[in-house]
């Protein structure tokens, strides 16, 4: 059993930045695939970014550029380190760990607004 833990989520104008951190309960070198995904109300979930265990990043298009997902392995802790925030950024962001099987964190708010 893979748990996950998110943090960082919170309430930022229009333009600014927030850091998510999901700290991982094994080591994330183990794991094929330590990513990020989001959803909006009324709008079907959607991966933003991950990263694998060979460091390799993957991003979706909005947020390519703005977006930068990291990893500390020692730490066994995944960031998204979230820039130019838009208010069509706001979501639910969730930790999702995949390794045979599929490892969801709980999520956290991130609402961008004026």
């Known amino acids: 059993q893979v748990q996950l833990v998110e943090s960082g989520g919170g309430l930022v104008q229009p333009g600014g930045s927030l850091k998510l951190s999901c700290v991982v309960s094994?080591?994330?070198?183990?794991?094929?695939?330590v990513g990020w995904y989001r959803q909006a109300p009324g709008k079907s979930r959607e991966c933003v970014a991950h990263?694998?265990?060979?460091?390799?990043?993957n991003y979706v298009t909005a947020v390519k550029g703005r977006f930068t997902v990291s990893r500390d392995v020692a730490r066994n802790t995944v960031f998204l380190q979230m820039n130019y925030l838009r208010p069509e950024d706001t979501a639910v962001y969730s930790c999702?760990?995949?390794?045979?099987?599929?490892?969801w964190g709980q999520g956290t708010q991130v609402t961008v607004s004026s």
């Open positions: 094994t080591s994330i070198s183990n794991i094929d695939y």
């Open positions: 990263i694998s265990s060979e460091g390799n990043t």
């Open positions: 999702i760990a995949v390794t045979g099987r599929v490892y």
